[in-house]
């Protein structure tokens, strides 16, 4: 079975049973409901918001589900500029997230400080937490949003966490 | 009531107070005397009106003594004047009689200037630091401060760290060139702009 398509369908069993892999599964089943923290520190958090409203429609990609409390959230859209002072709070809420979760370092603010080279500016936030896509813009379109999840879509679904939690497990035996 | 009258009846009770006068497009400014400053801001609320305090300002005249000035800015609600205070404070001393207690909005806007630009304010009720965090050792607006900043931790609460500047902060002229002519990756204030090229960057 091939990593694009998660599921295998037999005609002979008229669709009553899928055969997959469990991690596949899994993945297939995270990647499609990625519920967003929204960030949302500067002008980024517009074109966020014009993401999830009704022309570009984030929902179709499974991630209309803006959750503002982090303990719901699977994938942090960090958007807009981080201050210093704004940093630690983007940290801690980080860090409520259960796992798995992902970022988004949503335009260049965000990803490398951006335009702003000065002395309260974080130059991005990957000094703090660990990244897995970069949407480059001063904003960025929301086209691109919706394109830098399906990248992330593509990520989770090249994940292994069953497998590897598999090895972990039987090298502990 | 207009700005002129409320001067002149500063000037009538605080002719000692007031060091200098200026007018700059019907904008009045005096500058005062620190010792005095608690008193004219007293009778100016009390006796002319000017019940609104918009905004508590600090500039820096770094190479100058006194080096700093801090700016009241004053507004009568009622008669719609407006009227600006100014008065130096020496980088000894540093600190300034609070007004906090005259209009409760200078409690905030002490603190950007003490948080910012390091002046303190006697008496104030909370003088915290407002923007930067607590522990944080510099007061980033002052004329000796770098623009990329400096590093600093506080441990478990908070860092800064130098921002690379890439050969910046970058200046745009005014010119009929090309996108990357205006806006090159890297120039100084005052190096002419290159035609054709990028800049390489240090």
Same mark, same amino acid.
């Given at each position: 079975?091939?990593?694009?398509?998660?599921?295998? *369908?037999?005609?002979?069993?008229?669709?009553?049973?899928?055969?997959?892999?469990?991690?596949?599964?899994?993945?297939?089943?995270?990647?499609?409901?990625?519920?967003?923290?929204?960030?949302?520190?500067?002008?980024?958090?517009?074109?966020?918001?014009?993401?999830?409203?009704?022309?570009?429609?984030?929902?179709?990609?499974?991630?209309?589900?803006?959750?503002?409390?982090? &303990?719901?959230?699977?994938?942090?859209?960090?958007?807009?500029?981080?201050? *210093?002072?704004?940093?630690?709070?983007?940290?801690?809420?980080?860090?409520?997230?259960?796992?798995?979760?992902?970022?988004?370092?949503?335009?260049?603010?965000?990803?490398?400080?951006?335009? *702003?080279?000065? *002395?309260?500016?974080?130059?991005?936030?990957?000094?703090?937490?660990?990244?897995?896509?970069?949407?480059?813009?001063?904003?960025? &379109?929301?086209?691109?949003?919706?394109?830098?999840?399906?990248?992330?879509?593509?990520?989770?679904?090249?994940?292994?966490?069953?497998?590897?939690?598999?090895?972990?497990?039987?090298?502990?035996? | 009531?207009? +700005?002129?009258?409320?001067?002149?009846? %500063?000037?009538?009770?605080?002719?000692?107070?007031?060091?200098?006068?200026?007018?700059?497009?019907?904008?009045?400014?005096?500058? $005062?005397?620190?010792?005095?400053?608690?008193?004219?801001?007293?009778?100016?609320?009390?006796?002319?009106?000017?019940?609104?305090?918009?905004?508590?300002?600090?500039?820096?005249?770094?190479?100058?003594?006194?080096?700093? #000035?801090?700016?009241? #800015? %004053?507004?009568?609600?009622?008669?719609?004047?407006?009227?600006? $205070?100014?008065?130096?404070?020496?980088?000894?001393?540093?600190?300034?009689?609070?007004?906090?207690?005259?209009?409760?909005?200078?409690?905030?806007?002490?603190?950007?200037?003490?948080?910012?630009?390091?002046?303190?304010?006697?008496?104030?009720?909370?003088?915290?630091?407002?923007?930067?965090?607590?522990?944080?050792?510099?007061?980033?607006?002052?004329?000796?401060?770098?623009?990329?900043?400096?590093?600093?931790?506080?441990?478990?609460?908070?860092?800064?760290?130098?921002?690379? $500047?890439?050969?910046?902060?970058?200046?745009?002229?005014?010119?009929?060139?090309?996108?990357? /002519?205006?806006?090159?990756? +890297?120039?100084?204030?005052?190096?002419?702009? /290159?035609?054709?090229?990028?800049?390489?960057?240090?």
């Amino acid at each position: 079975m091939s990593d694009q398509s998660p599921i295998a *369908y037999d005609s002979k069993i008229e669709g009553n049973i899928i055969i997959t892999k469990l991690d596949a599964a899994v993945n297939w089943m995270r990647s499609n409901s990625l519920w967003p923290m929204p960030m949302g520190l500067a002008c980024c958090a517009i074109e966020l918001m014009a993401a999830s409203s009704s022309r570009f429609d984030i929902s179709r990609f499974g991630a209309e589900v803006m959750r503002f409390s982090p &303990r719901q959230s699977d994938v942090m859209i960090v958007a807009g500029t981080v201050t *210093y002072k704004m940093a630690l709070a983007v940290k801690r809420i980080w860090d409520q997230m259960p796992e798995p979760k992902w970022c988004i370092a949503m335009g260049a603010c965000a990803s490398s400080g951006g335009m *702003y080279r000065s *002395y309260a500016v974080l130059q991005g936030i990957d000094h703090l937490i660990p990244v897995d896509v970069y949407i480059s813009g001063c904003p960025p &379109r929301p086209e691109a949003l919706l394109d830098g999840l399906m990248s992330l879509q593509k990520k989770i679904m090249g994940e292994h966490s069953v497998l590897e939690q598999k090895k972990a497990l039987l090298e502990s035996l | 009531m207009n +700005a002129a009258d409320a001067t002149a009846a %500063l000037k009538a009770g605080f002719a000692s107070a007031i060091l200098e006068e200026k007018e700059f497009r019907g904008e009045l400014s005096l500058t $005062l005397r620190q010792e005095s400053l608690r008193e004219v801001c007293r009778h100016a609320r009390d006796e002319l009106g000017f019940d609104y305090l918009i905004d508590v300002s600090s500039v820096d005249h770094f190479g100058d003594e006194p080096r700093f #000035e801090v700016v009241y #800015e %004053l507004y009568s609600m009622n008669d719609g004047v407006h009227l600006r $205070l100014r008065t130096a404070v020496s980088e000894d001393a540093c600190e300034l009689p609070t007004v906090s207690d005259l209009w409760p909005t200078a409690n905030w806007h002490e603190r950007e200037v003490f948080d910012l630009m390091g002046i303190r304010f006697k008496d104030h009720p909370d003088l915290r630091r407002i923007l930067m965090w607590e522990g944080y050792p510099y007061h980033p607006l002052r004329k000796d401060f770098p623009l990329e900043g400096k590093p600093s931790e506080v441990a478990g609460l908070a860092f800064s760290d130098v921002a690379p $500047l890439a050969g910046g902060p970058f200046v745009t002229v005014p010119t009929d060139g090309t996108t990357q /002519v205006r806006e090159p990756r +890297a120039r100084h204030a005052g190096t002419p702009p /290159v035609t054709d090229k990028f800049i390489e960057e240090p």
